[in-house]
């Protein structure tokens, strides 16, 4: 005479273990998907890794009477057809004061394409003081063909930097662009303004 089937002395705590672990597996892949936007605002607001932080304010607070000088590097990824570069390779400022400098862009293709730039520091340890008060990354650039856009960085280095160890004495610091292939599904940034909302 056959018999209805037993679940085993653990069966219960096998089932709730199986639930657990599909939770747990679940909630990972959430936060993988999280991890590279909140990585990023992490790294904007310490200006960890060489990456630039984000301030709304203007101008530091103070300016001192010493100049650093701050050069432009410019990347193009080799699958993007642009040509993309700073329109001045260096400037000397005033530790404290707002910069306002340029890069330019063309498409070199006949079909519109979209780009959109990540950036750094070097050495790493300024970017904690390379405060961005606007910039175009991060934001992709849509352009027609064989159309050349300017794009705004608007930047001052914080007067904090005088006091470190390790940066105290520093004379420049290099801010890198690297644009990469977009996929267009990002808004096309708005018309430059500078830092009184003008356009530029």
Known sequence: MAQGSKSGPGGGNNAMLAVTLAGVFIG????TFASV??????????????????DASPQAATVLDRTITV????NTFDKLPWRFEPVQREIAIRIGETAHVKYVATNLSDHPTTGHASFNVSPDL????????????????????????EMDVVFYVDPEIVKSRDLGYLRTIT??????????SEPVAAAATDVQGKKL
């Open 37 to 54: 936007p909140l990585y990023r605002l992490f790294c904007q607001a310490t200006g960890y890794g060489g990456t630039v932080r984000t």
């Open 126 to 149: 300024a970017g904690a003081y390379f405060d961005k008060v606007q910039c175009f990354c991060f934001t992709s650039q849509t352009l027609a063909p064989h159309e050349t856009k």
């Open 175 to 184: 801010l890198s662009y690297t644009m990469y292939p977009g996929d267009g």
């Open 28 to 31: 990972m892949i959430g936060v």
């Open 71 to 74: 050069r432009f590097d410019a």
